[in-house]
């Protein structure tokens, strides 16, 4: 299995090869173009993906605490009730699965966008 530094040198010849092929292509006025043009840094584009895989965690991150929250809330009140000597709110056991549910949503959300990493 090759390692992450020699799947990016890979994909750097295979680029370069499509480069040239398509520079191959081009007149002499559009190569100069080419080569004049900026290319970005290699820092600019990871910082970009970097921010765009951070937001990518913000809406699973807000539906964990989201379902964290009440979930927490509905055991509190369960509890509570319990304590006090009566019986739990029959809503109680609804809003904790959904809450469960959507909670086990946003791991597999969070475990989807890191295996995709």
Sequence with gaps: MSTPEEIRQIMREALEQQRAKTLATMSASAQRLVNIAPKPELETVQAKARSAFLKA?????????????????????????????????????????????????????????????
Excluded: M
């Design 57 to 117: 965690l913000s809406w699973p991150t807000a539906q964990a605490s989201a379902a964290g929250a009440v979930l927490s809330y509905a055991f509190a009140i369960a509890a509570l009730n319990i304590a006090g000597g009566h019986a739990p709110n029959p809503l109680t056991a609804p809003v904790s699965s959904v809450s469960g549910l959507v909670a086990l949503l946003a791991l597999a959300q969070f475990a989807y966008l890191i295996h995709r990493r």
